[in-house]
């Protein structure tokens, strides 16, 4: 089998598994691959993945011009041909919409927190690169802004994007995005995410090197500067983690409220020296009724 063979036969197999797992309906979804330095392969517009043949593939070079094919590019080639221009060691991308991480796009939540120790091992932190019209300029735009610290994003109500050394190990990263996704919806229905200790988040980032992984750009060391960083127009360099300092026990969503249960910290003062107020769940109900008869 010649490379080229065996890399038709690669994004055939993982359009299947995009469209078997359900992160492609219909026709979504595109998935590159380098061919050699100055040309790439490419899924064709308009067909559904999980049913691609390697003969379905277009051949392009790196400015989108087809050489080879019986059927046009992907209508989102812009933004392929943008990250391979950003990115000189990355040798494939994928793209679909996979439901529980194109649910926190669009919910604009970006999957930052240092929740997932092999997350945060293989890609860090998860940001969503600003809302732009799928296949047109803009797309490419707002990828540019993300690609060059992330292997993966989010793209505001849209998708996500991968990119990796080879077909698989991208798509791989689009399991791991979405399996990450899924985790930190149930954890968020649970009601409370214990969030990693930075120091921990440290090692786990140093310990990339024993496993051979390439990080694309390291954690940013100044979590305070984070609005600066992603409203400036320049392209971002670290990438953004939520970790407490500490040991590791924060919680950024508070637990539950059991009726009849004591409340945890009810009579913590927090740092600006507000109270927590202590109510029982009938004084609670009777405050709420009080509310409602006060609208009528
Ligand atoms: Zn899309």
């Known amino acids: 089998m010649t490379v080229e063979s065996q890399l038709r036969a690669d994004i055939v197999e993982v359009g299947r598994r995009m469209y078997a797992r359900g992160y492609t309906a219909s026709n979504d979804g595109n998935i590159s691959v ?8 490419m899924t064709p517009r308009s067909v559904c993945k999980g049913f691609m043949t390697p003969d379905m593939m277009c051949i392009t070079d790196l400015d989108g011009k087809k050489l080879q094919g019986d059927r046009d590019p992907s209508s989102e080639m812009l933004m392929h041909l943008e990250v391979y221009r950003q990115r000189p060691d990355v040798r494939a991308v994928c793209h679909a919409h996979p439901p529980i991480a194109t649910g926190f796009a669009v919910a604009g939540i970006p999957l930052d927190r240092a929740v997932l120790a092999e ?7 998860i940001p969503i690169a600003e809302y732009a019209t799928p296949s047109t ?3 490419p735009a707002a ?8 292997d993966g994003m989010l793209l505001a109500n849209h998708g996500a994007l991968t990119l990796g050394g080879d077909v698989l190990s991208a798509y791989y990263k689009l399991e791991t995005i979405e399996h990450f996704a899924k985790i930190s919806l149930v954890a968020r229905l649970l009601g409370r995410e214990n969030l990693i200790a930075r120091d921990e988040v440290d090692r786990l980032q140093a310990l990339r090197n024993n496993y051979g992984i390439k990080a694309p750009a390291p954690i940013c060391p100044d979590v305070t500067a984070v609005g600066d960083l992603l409203a400036g127009p320049d392209p971002v360099t670290c990438q ?8 590791g026990r924060s919680r950024l969503v508070p637990d539950p409220i059991v009726p009849g249960a004591p409340l945890p910290n009810a009579t ?5 020296g ?5 109510l029982t769940y009938r004084e609670l109900s009777a405050l709420i ?7 009528k």
Do not use: M, N
């Open 274 to 278: 507000d109270e927590e107020i202590r």
């Open 240 to 247: 953004i983690v939520q970790a407490p300092e500490g040991d």
């Open 137 to 139: 300029s803009e797309l």
């Open 143 to 150: 990828v540019r802004k993300y690609v060059k610290a992330h």
């Open 289 to 295: 009724e009080d509310a409602i008869r006060s609208l």
């Open 34 to 41: 380098r061919l050699g330095d100055d040309r790439l392969l």
């Open 268 to 272: 913590a003062a927090g740092p600006d």
């Open 119 to 125: 997350v945060l091992t293989t890609l860090g932190s």
